[in-house]
């Protein structure tokens, strides 16, 4: 049955007037008197007699109107529900992580404004932290250091940062040259235990065949903050630490940081945009292609481009 036929009926049975109806509808007094008809031919009865001063409801006029109220009212809801989960459908949230925020997260929102139905908030945090925020449905997307292998979450590899040990000219030997021994015997400074770059660091020593780099104490400086602060105790000659060289840029150019020439080289550490398999794509879509673009665009920006690479979708 048609939910236009029942307004149709409810706005004439309560203004008791067909012209007002038509206007209460914003239709022409011919579609309400067409609506009418078809209504109680599909009904098989008469709903009414006469019009205008003259109008009466019949018996099962009142008896479908009393229905017919509680239906309008309740179409009214439905479709309050639907503009208002349409509107949720365009609200979500992306979590990055650290060494977004220190690269390519400004281009990245500067590409989100472009969606101007889209209202999209950030949160920061951990790997540990997002990937606990992706399974709890507060976040829709995330940006984070390495794929996952989780079977609900699909991952879409947006960038690589190539990775070198930077440290104070003052404490790096005057050519910069080093083997990983070398390393070794200075001052490492390192992020929280269990943090990817935590991992990554050790990873390289057990790569390259260091044992016991767990045991590396007291060159071990753990610190409980994050990349920009590693980087700046660097900088002031505490020891050296591993970290994206585009992310230092400004303490390479002036001067505070230089590169450790070692041969021994870090894999380049990726960035993947990771959501559940079920996400809502008018959220995660537009994200993920706002990241490649932001990703390109960082690539192309001053000199990142010998130590940042934007995988690009052709």
Not at 96 to 119: C, D, G, K, Y
Not at 151 to 165: A, Q, R
Not at 277 to 292: K, M, T
């Amino acid at each position: 049955m048609n939910v236009s036929f029942l307004e149709t009926f409810y706005w004439v049975a309560t203004l008791r007037n067909f012209s007002e109806a038509a206007k209460r509808l914003r239709v022409s007094q011919p579609v309400v008197s067409m609506r009418m008809a078809a209504l109680q031919r599909e009904l098989g009865t008469e709903l009414y007699r006469g019009s205008g001063k003259t109008f009466e409801l019949t018996n099962a006029g009142r008896r479908v109107f009393a229905k017919c109220e509680a239906i309008v009212i309740l179409s009214k809801e439905l479709q309050e529900e639907a503009r208002d989960a349409a509107s949720a459908a365009t609200t979500g949230y992306v979590g990055v992580t650290e060494v977004i925020a220190m690269s390519w997260l400004p281009e990245f929102l500067q590409n989100l404004r472009a969606h101007t139905s889209l209202n999209i908030g950030i949160r920061t945090g951990s790997l540990t932290e997002l990937m606990a925020a992706l399974h709890n449905g507060d976040i829709d997307v995330a940006l984070v250091l390495q794929p996952v292998t989780d079977p609900e979450l699909v991952s879409d590899h947006i960038c690589d940062f190539g990775v070198k040990w930077l440290g104070s000219p003052a404490i790096l030997p005057p050519s910069g040259a080093m083997n990983i021994s070398d390393l070794t015997r200075l001052p490492i400074i390192r992020s929280p235990r269990n943090s990817y770059r935590y991992e990554k660091m050790l990873e390289y020593f057990r790569w390259h065949d260091i044992a016991g780099a767990e045991a590396f104490q007291p060159r071990w400086i753990d610190v409980g903050l994050g990349m920009a602060a590693c980087a700046h105790l660097a900088s002031r000659g505490v020891g050296v630490t591993a970290l994206p060289v585009a992310v230092a840029a400004s303490l390479l150019v002036d001067g505070r940081l230089a590169i450790c020439d070692i041969a021994q080289e870090f894999l380049p550490w990726q960035i993947a945009a990771v959501r559940k398999r079920n996400a809502n794509p008018y959220v995660v879509g537009p994200c993920i292609d706002s990241a490649r673009q932001a990703a390109i665009a960082f690539e192309q920006t001053g000199e990142n481009g010998q130590h940042f690479r934007a995988v690009q979708i052709h």
